[in-house]
């Protein structure tokens, strides 16, 4: 009796073991295929910068007529804000917290920003209201041209606090 069960036994081990082995290359296939999907999606470039497309870091925001003094617009291309001030100047604001590097949103009912990560407030013009951020809002330079804004977005630069000198006005038209 004893030599039977042997028997049978190794005749159903080989299929046992060839099974197990087809099932180890088949997940090793499918391991090395996702393996090279991912690859050469890291690999490949960006549609957009393919095209050379959204890669023009200055900005045309618009005309000054569509700005109401008082007023910040959101930019998500070139992540900034475009503050139009009481007096009609213009500043070009990074949504960047100079604390941790948080997103800022503008809260236009309390006419500030207020980082959600550690609770800095800043006015309109960057300015820190409620620490902790250790300076104003980065700013960016600006340029306007026949009515147009330009906003360059290659180099934010760094400021302590809010001068009458970092706004941009339109040239009067006599
Ligand atoms: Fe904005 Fe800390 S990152 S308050």
Same mark, same amino acid.
């Given at each position: 009796?004893?030599?039977?069960?042997?028997? =049978?036994?190794?005749?159903?081990?080989?299929?046992?073991?060839?099974?197990?082995?087809?099932?180890?290359?088949?997940?090793? #296939?499918?391991?090395?295929?996702?393996?090279?999907?991912?690859?050469?999606?890291?690999?490949?470039?960006? =549609?957009?910068?393919?095209? #050379?497309? $959204?890669? $023009?870091?200055?900005?045309?925001? #618009?005309?000054?007529?569509?700005?109401?003094?008082?007023?910040?617009?959101?930019?998500?291309?070139?992540?900034?804000?475009?503050?139009?001030?009481?007096?009609?100047? &213009?500043?070009?604001?990074?949504?960047?917290?100079?604390?941790?590097?948080?997103?800022?949103?503008?809260?236009? =009912?309390?006419?500030?920003?207020? !980082?959600? !990560?550690?609770?800095?407030?800043?006015?309109?013009?960057?300015?820190?209201?409620?620490?902790? %951020?250790?300076? %104003?809002?980065?700013?960016?330079?600006? %340029?306007?041209?026949?009515?147009?804004? =330009?906003?360059?977005?290659?180099?934010?630069?760094?400021?302590?606090?809010?001068? &009458?000198?970092?706004?941009?006005?339109?040239?009067?038209?006599?």
């Amino acid at each position: 009796m004893p030599t039977k069960t042997k028997e =049978k036994k190794s005749e159903t081990e080989p299929t046992r073991r060839s099974f197990l082995n087809i099932l180890w290359l088949i997940l090793g #296939g499918v391991a090395l295929a996702e393996f090279i999907a991912v690859a050469f999606a890291f690999l490949r470039p960006r =549609k957009s910068k393919a095209r #050379g497309e $959204d890669t $023009d870091p200055i900005i045309t925001a #618009g005309a000054v007529e569509r700005f109401n003094p008082n007023s910040v617009t959101a930019f998500v291309k070139g992540k900034f804000y475009l503050a139009c001030l009481e007096d009609g100047g &213009f500043l070009a604001l990074s949504r960047t917290c100079t604390h941790l590097g948080c997103s800022v949103p503008w809260i236009e =009912k309390e006419m500030k920003f207020a !980082c959600p !990560c550690h609770g800095s407030t800043f006015d309109i013009t960057g300015k820190v209201i409620d620490a902790p %951020a250790p300076r %104003a809002l980065d700013i960016y330079p600006i %340029a306007i041209e026949n009515n147009i804004i =330009k906003v360059d977005t290659r180099r934010p630069i760094k400021r302590s606090t809010f001068h &009458f000198d970092q706004v941009t006005y339109p040239k009067k038209t006599v």
